[in-house]
């Protein structure tokens, strides 16, 4: 980034700081929100490809990361199950199953993905797979994991990260054996897309029991 740029990222930042204080004011400190919007960007910055977006997918990327925090502390009352799912890139087999569950569950499963090392972006053909079923993915971004993410989550779907992903007691983890659309050509993109749906909607089945609950409300949408 050139100066210029530099100052405009500043800008943008200590806006999206002021805007996350406010939504979440009475839960977090303004000092606590800087701290996870500067690690945020400091994040994304090494993976993103598009630097001119930066501030903007730090601002999304930080209400997530604070989100999935005070669920885990119970500072926020969670009322559906959730489910993360990792991969190594984010750019593909967790953003298929991210989008399919939000969709499939009717958006009654708050769904987060990650990656173990972040790439770039989407994947093109991943994106193109899923616009054949009418769902549209251009807007998300391949992620890093962290470990609030892992504690908020009811069930953590790995899917080709190793032990990356940290492990807590009492929390219920599954792998799934699926090849990494990386390289592949549409139709086995497609192979892949229809794969995970098969075990999407098994999952969504198991955790139809823990949908039903009252209370409070999250700041922020589907993350």
Not at 124 to 151: H, N, W
Not at 187 to 205: F, K, N, S, T, W
Request: proline share 5%.
């Amino acid at each position: 980034m050139d100066d210029r740029e530099m100052m405009l990222a500043r800008l943008a930042l200590d806006g999206a700081i002021r805007d996350l204080a406010s939504q979440f004011e009475g839960t977090f400190s303004m000092e606590t929100v800087r701290r996870f919007v500067e690690e945020s960007y400091e994040m994304l910055s090494s993976t993103a490809r598009i630097t001119s977006f930066l501030p903007l997918l730090t601002e999304r990327f930080a209400r997530e990361r604070l989100v999935a925090t005070a669920q885990a502390g119970g500072q926020i009352e969670k009322t559906m199950p959730g489910a993360l799912f990792v991969c190594v890139h984010n750019a593909g087999r967790s953003q298929i199953a991210a989008a399919l569950t939000h969709r499939l569950s009717n958006g009654m499963v708050s769904v987060r993905s990650a990656g173990s090392q972040p790439g770039e972006q989407i994947l093109p053909a991943v994106a193109a797979a899923m616009s054949e079923i009418g769902i549209d993915i251009t807007q998300e971004f391949p992620k890093p994991l962290t470990d609030e993410v892992v504690r908020a989550a009811d069930v953590v779907v790995t899917m080709g990260c190793g032990d990356a992903c940290p492990i807590y007691p009492g929390k219920r983890y599954e792998d799934w054996e699926i090849p990494d659309p990386a390289g592949m050509e549409l139709d086995g993109v497609r192979a892949v897309r229809d794969e995970i749906r098969r075990r999407v909607e098994q999952l969504i089945e198991q955790l139809e029991p823990a949908r039903a609950g009252t209370g409070g409300s999250t700041p922020g949408g589907r993350t």
